[in-house]
């Protein structure tokens, strides 16, 4: 069975520092990978996916991911931190004909 | 087109009675799924549905909890009974074909029981 871990549940950059949120799965066959983003009191919506075609993804908002099976990794990165950032951040995984399992998700505080 | 909807959008109720939630899916997407988000927490699967089946039911909680789905139309979540652990938001998501398709959620029912 899937399962993913998400290494630290809250993370605090600098505005303008790079941002780092970290994701390991585990999965018997080639996953698919998400990261999906909670605004406060908003919904969640998909930030970006892996799906089995090139290996670095690039989302919306400047953010991107790159798939290491080597690592069993899909860290999710930005150059640039932005104060609009903040917000919580889920990456899930599926296998084929399974259902999502997501992580317990990391919340991301921007300083000023 | 429109996205997927879930109403109440807060529901509060006493201890014992029991509730529905209504979720409408993106028309034509196949897959539903139901997540309960605690405060502070992850989200929680508990149950997919592909058409009006239901292949995965793993993640109710109790069997106070039930749900069904008409055709590949809307769903309902009925929590009987209810608890003060039942209190939460939650969320709907449909996707196309319910294999590895992008999931959209809905704004979620929050649910606050005295």
């Known amino acids: 069975a899937q399962s993913v871990t998400q290494l630290g549940s809250h993370v605090s950059v600098s505005e303008g520092a790079l941002v780092l949120l970290r994701c390991n799965y585990s999965?018997?066959?080639?996953?698919?990978l998400f990261w999906y983003v909670q605004y406060p009191n908003q919904g969640l919506q998909l930030l970006l996916k892996?799906?089995?075609?090139?290996?670095l993804v690039k989302g919306i908002n400047g953010f991107e991911a790159e798939f290491k099976k080597s690592e069993t990794s899909f860290h999710l990165t930005k150059p640039s931190a932005h104060m609009s950032d903040a917000a919580e951040y889920f990456c899930?995984?599926?296998?084929?004909?399974?259902?999502?399992?997501f992580g317990p998700g990391t919340r991301l505080s921007v300083l000023p | 087109g429109a996205g997927v909807s879930q109403s109440p959008s807060n529901k509060v109720t006493e201890k014992g009675k029991d509730v529905e939630l209504r979720c409408d899916p993106i028309s034509g997407h196949t897959a539903l799924y139901w997540y309960r988000q605690r405060l502070g927490q992850g989200l929680e699967f508990l149950i997919y549905?592909?058409?009006?089946?239901?292949?995965?039911k793993s993640g109710l909680p109790s069997d106070r909890f039930s749900a069904e789905r008409t055709g590949e139309s809307v769903s309902t979540l009925t929590i009987q009974r209810t608890q003060q652990e039942d209190s939460a938001v939650y969320l709907c998501?449909?996707?196309?074909?319910?294999?590895?398709?992008?999931?959209?959620f809905g704004p979620g029912t929050r649910l606050t029981v005295l």
């Open positions: 892996y799906t089995s075609a090139a290996t």
């Open positions: 998501a449909s996707s196309l074909d319910g294999t590895r398709d992008t999931q959209y």
């Open positions: 899930a995984v599926t296998e084929y004909g399974q259902n999502f399992v």
């Open positions: 999965s018997s066959v080639p996953p698919y």
């Open positions: 549905f592909q058409g009006n089946s239901a292949p995965d």
